[in-house]
């Protein structure tokens, strides 16, 4: 997918929608100074063109229930299109594993699994090494305290600096 050019004004709306998904058109119009109007074709550009995937509310989990967070590293013992597909595949059906990533390194995967305690995450390890199309060493890291939670990207340190 080409990306779409951005100037200085769409870099201050996605930085503020990232901030405040809920802000009105009005307020980030005059926050960026533009006309309402001129400022929401910006948005709708911005959302057509998929620079803007989704609004979401980020909830505060501790106030709603009782779960735990586990980051677990997968490595799969074969590295074939077909085991890479068929592991994805099962991670996509488990709701619990909320993010993937396919990385490098030592381990094939990283994933971030939110269950509501120990007994649900090791059926979910038992699910993720039960399967017979392929072998996997899972490596299991409870999250003991979120210290920096995802709240958006700076979009300014994404920029390329000129060199020397």
Same mark, same amino acid.
């Given at each position: *997918?080409? #990306?779409?050019?951005l &100037? !200085?004004? &769409?870099?201050?709306i =996605?930085q503020?929608?990232?901030?405040?998904?809920?802000?009105?058109?009005?307020?980030?119009?005059?926050?960026?100074s %533009?006309?309402?109007?001129?400022? =929401?074709? !910006?948005? !709708?550009r %911005? $959302?057509?063109?998929? @620079?803007?995937?989704? +609004?979401?509310? !980020?909830?505060?989990?501790t106030? @709603?229930?009782?779960?735990?967070i586990?980051?677990?590293? @997968? #490595?799969?013992?074969?590295?074939?299109?077909? /085991?890479?597909?068929?592991f /994805?595949?099962?991670?996509?059906?488990?709701?619990?594993?909320? $993010?993937?990533?396919t990385?490098?390194? $030592?381990?094939?995967?990283?994933m971030?699994?939110?269950?509501?305690? *120990?007994?649900?995450?090791?059926?979910?390890? &038992?699910?993720?090494?039960?399967s017979?199309? +392929?072998? @996997?060493?899972?490596?299991? +890291?409870?999250v003991m305290?979120?210290?920096k939670?995802?709240?958006?990207? &700076? %979009?300014?340190? %994404?920029? /390329?600096? $000129?060199?020397?």
């Amino acid at each position: *997918m080409a #990306s779409i050019k951005l &100037d !200085r004004i &769409d870099q201050k709306i =996605l930085q503020i929608l990232q901030q405040q998904g809920r802000i009105t058109n009005q307020k980030l119009a005059d926050q960026v100074s %533009l006309s309402p109007s001129s400022c =929401l074709q !910006r948005v !709708r550009r %911005l $959302e057509t063109g998929g @620079v803007i995937e989704s +609004y979401q509310a !980020r909830i505060n989990l501790t106030r @709603v229930a009782r779960h735990i967070i586990c980051i677990a590293t @997968v #490595s799969l013992r074969n590295h074939t299109q077909d /085991e890479f597909t068929a592991f /994805e595949a099962l991670v996509e059906a488990i709701p619990e594993v909320v $993010e993937c990533f396919t990385v490098s390194g $030592e381990s094939d995967f990283l994933m971030r699994i939110i269950c509501p305690d *120990m007994n649900r995450y090791v059926e979910i390890n &038992d699910q993720l090494v039960a399967s017979n199309s +392929y072998q @996997v060493t899972i490596n299991s +890291y409870v999250v003991m305290k979120e210290n920096k939670p995802f709240r958006g990207i &700076d %979009l300014k340190t %994404l920029q /390329e600096t $000129e060199p020397g």
